[in-house]
């Protein structure tokens, strides 16, 4: 797959999984645009500027919709439009229900889902004219099953399974896809933080019997970015974590 000439913006992308997607993507040939919401891993854009491609850095919180503009007029001014974009931000504010505060609730919300919306529908309206696209969402299987003290995270990931359906069933007639990707339990600093003891339990009910890299979750990224007949769809990369029926 080549996507020499393509615009990429991957929203989060200074460590982890995001930060894996840009560097998947800069290997087969893409321009890439990084995005933190403080900061800016400058490593990083010397890694990918070392790769031979075009590479820019926007700093800006997805789930303010005035950032978001902001952020796309600065894409497109410098590196021109999105080609693909990957809404991959995400934060966790764990809390059984009991103890879960208004605001814990409605931050998680806001980063993963209302993030997802503000990128995509400002990015959505340049693809529409252009015929042209590919809108690829960071779910977790969380969202197709819930989890313990996770419901803030679970609600804002089964809502972007139900926005990716809906845009992709809204933008399908211009030839641009929209899919999701509900990764289980992957290496990253956000599970880091977890117990060995919670780390030793996910992994008994992991058919593979290990967590995921964030390689595997970029490879199915790079295989929903060049699938043109593919939409509407949520790929799970969790090692046998959840077989949909
Ligand atoms: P991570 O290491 O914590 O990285 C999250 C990234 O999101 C960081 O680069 C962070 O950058 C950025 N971010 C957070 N809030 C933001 C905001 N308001 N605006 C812009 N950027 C923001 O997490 P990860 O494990 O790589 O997770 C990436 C995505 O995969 C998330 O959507 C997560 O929910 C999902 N996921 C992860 C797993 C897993 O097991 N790791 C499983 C399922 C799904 P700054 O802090 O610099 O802003």
Do not use: C, H, W
Request: hydrophobic letters at 40%.
């Amino acid at each position: 797959m080549d996507f020499k000439g393509k615009n990429i913006l991957v929203t989060g992308s200074n460590r982890g999984i995001g930060r894996e997607i840009a560097l998947s993507f800069a290997r087969l040939g893409g321009n890439i645009v990084i995005n933190g919401s403080k900061s800016i891993n400058q490593e990083l854009i010397s890694e990918l500027e070392g790769m031979g491609i075009q590479t820019y850095g926007v700093i800006g919180d997805v789930s303010n919709y005035e950032e978001a503009k902001r952020m796309i007029s600065d894409i497109e001014e410098n590196i021109g439009k999105i080609d693909v974009l990957v809404n991959n931000a995400g934060i966790t504010k764990d809390e059984l229900i009991i103890r879960m505060k208004p605001e814990e609730f409605q931050d998680v919300i806001k980063v993963n889902l209302v993030g997802t919306y503000n990128m995509t529908s400002i990015v959505v309206k340049s693809m529409l004219r252009r015929r042209t696209g590919a809108i690829i969402n960071i779910s977790s299987v969380v969202g197709l099953v819930g989890n313990i003290g996770q419901s803030n995270y679970a609600a804002s990931k089964a809502g972007i399974i139900g926005f990716t359906k809906s845009i992709a069933r809204e933008v399908a007639g211009r030839s641009i896809t929209v899919n999701a990707i509900a990764p289980g339990f992957i290496e990253t600093s956000m599970t880091e933080v977890l117990s060995d003891k919670i780390k030793e339990q996910a992994k008994v009910g992991i058919p593979m019997n290990k967590f995921g890299t964030a390689r595997d979750v970029a490879e199915a990224a790079i295989f929903l970015a060049g699938a043109n007949y593919i939409t509407g769809q949520v790929i799970n990369v969790d090692g046998g974590m959840v077989m949909n029926g």
